[in-house]
């Protein structure tokens, strides 16, 4: 069996390979690039990625980023185009080709077709002589000297180019439309990459984590308070006003330091530096909060009326970290 370092040093390689290819396709980028960009922002018709083999995985791949990033997009495998699925290009419609050699069986026919209904076609294409860079109306270069197959024969560094130059046209539209992280939660809604663009304090807010106590109040009740409504902490009030925090913490630290505990009220133990945060706050800002302060509860606010305790443990259960 191949030893550890063998199979690390081959790993480095085709690394090192694919690094060197994309570094090559940075430098070839044109102008034809940026007018292909431009032509995507400018249209009201959907993007429609074309491959073959390899080509269509990776068109596959542009398709689902364009899509998450608000560029209505879809796939077309070229010889099913030509049996009958020709029908889902519509006048607007912009077609991106992509191909290592440019001149698959299947494009050819496919590319003819399309520049008779006079749909504009952007190529990904390793080939700047083929049939498909020649009938392009834009041709992006993704040529690569050598496949990072030791062989040269499995799309390697041909297809990591490919997917890059997808990337790259995913993120210019992205930013040129100010595509925000509310807009991204919209298309997201789902999952844990959902909860961090979406999930807001209010919605894991329990309805029993009000722990309120008065400032005056005995340490007895504040023990009660805590042990109560178990989030680990109470509010402390002075009339309608928070004046302060007590936190499981802050009562084991009073119990180090004081025999006597029951002369004690929550005015000489509690924090009076509360941190806080809005109920419309999204989860992923009261998280960092707790980090950034090194503590494990908030006291939630809604339109400044005191509502309850979010704690660190509300929010990991939820997946977020």
Same mark, same amino acid.
């Given at each position: 069996?191949?030893? *550890?370092?063998? %199979?690390?040093? @081959?790993?480095?390689?085709?690394?090192?390979? #694919? $690094? /060197?290819?994309?570094?090559? =396709?940075?430098?070839?980028?044109?102008?034809?690039?940026?007018?292909?960009?431009?032509?995507?922002?400018?249209?009201?018709?959907?993007?429609?990625?074309?491959?073959?083999?390899?080509?269509?995985?990776?068109?596959?791949?542009?398709?689902?980023?364009?899509?998450?990033?608000?560029?209505?997009?879809?796939?077309?495998?070229?010889?099913?185009?030509?049996?009958?699925?020709?029908?889902?290009?519509?006048? *607007?419609?912009? %077609?991106?080709? @992509?191909?290592?050699?440019?001149?698959?069986? #299947? $494009? /050819?026919?496919?590319?003819? =077709?399309?520049?008779?209904?006079?749909?504009?076609?952007?190529?990904?294409?390793?080939?700047?002589?083929?049939?498909?860079?020649?009938?392009?109306?834009?041709?992006?270069?993704?040529?690569?000297?050598?496949?990072?197959?030791?062989?040269?024969?499995?799309?390697?560094?041909?297809?990591?180019?490919?997917?890059?130059?997808?990337?790259?046209?995913?993120?210019?539209?992205?930013?040129?439309?100010?595509?925000?992280?509310?807009?991204?939660?919209?298309?997201?809604?789902?999952?844990?990459?959902?909860?961090?663009?979406?999930?807001?304090?209010?919605?894991?807010?329990?309805?029993?984590?009000?722990?309120?106590?008065?400032?005056?109040?005995?340490?007895?009740?504040?023990?009660?308070?805590?042990?109560?409504?178990?989030?680990?902490?109470?509010?402390?009030?002075?009339?309608?006003?928070?004046?302060?925090?007590?936190?499981?913490?802050?009562?084991?630290?009073?119990?180090?330091?004081?025999?006597?505990?029951?002369?004690?009220?929550?005015?000489?133990?509690?924090?009076?530096?509360?941190?806080?945060?809005?109920?419309?706050?999204?989860?992923?800002?009261?998280?960092?909060?707790?980090?950034?302060?090194?503590?494990?509860?908030?006291?939630?606010?809604?339109?400044?009326?005191?509502?309850?305790?979010?704690?660190?443990?509300?929010?990991?259960?939820?997946?977020?970290?």
């Amino acid at each position: 069996m191949p030893n *550890n370092k063998k %199979i690390l040093k @081959i790993a480095k390689t085709v690394i090192s390979k #694919e $690094l /060197k290819a994309i570094s090559q =396709i940075e430098r070839r980028l044109s102008n034809s690039f940026s007018a292909s960009v431009e032509l995507i922002l400018k249209s009201n018709g959907k993007v429609i990625v074309v491959g073959v083999g390899k080509s269509a995985n990776i068109a596959n791949k542009i398709v689902a980023t364009l899509n998450s990033t608000g560029q209505p997009s879809v796939f077309l495998h070229a010889g099913d185009a030509l049996h009958g699925d020709l029908g889902i290009i519509q006048e *607007n419609d912009i %077609i991106i080709c @992509i191909s290592n050699s440019g001149n698959t069986d #299947e $494009l /050819k026919p496919f590319v003819r =077709i399309i520049k008779d209904l006079g749909n504009k076609i952007i190529s990904i294409c390793g080939n700047n002589n083929s049939f498909l860079s020649r009938n392009s109306d834009f041709f992006i270069d993704s040529t690569v000297d050598k496949e990072a197959c030791p062989n040269n024969l499995a799309p390697t560094s041909s297809t990591t180019a490919q997917l890059v130059l997808g990337d790259a046209i995913s993120v210019c539209l992205l930013k040129l439309r100010n595509f925000t992280n509310t807009d991204f939660a919209k298309l997201h809604p789902a999952g844990l990459l959902g909860k961090q663009l979406s999930l807001k304090v209010s919605d894991i807010l329990l309805d029993s984590s009000l722990a309120k106590v008065f400032s005056k109040d005995p340490i007895s009740k504040v023990i009660f308070e805590i042990s109560n409504k178990r989030v680990g902490a109470t509010a402390v009030f002075d009339d309608n006003q928070i004046v302060g925090i007590i936190t499981d913490g802050d009562l084991r630290r009073m119990l180090e330091k004081n025999k006597d505990i029951n002369t004690l009220t929550a005015s000489d133990v509690m924090c009076l530096t509360p941190k806080i945060i809005y109920s419309n706050r999204l989860v992923t800002e009261a998280l960092a909060i707790m980090k950034n302060n090194n503590i494990s509860q908030l006291l939630v606010l809604e339109n400044n009326d005191y509502v309850g305790i979010i704690h660190i443990h509300d929010i990991l259960k939820e997946g977020i970290k």
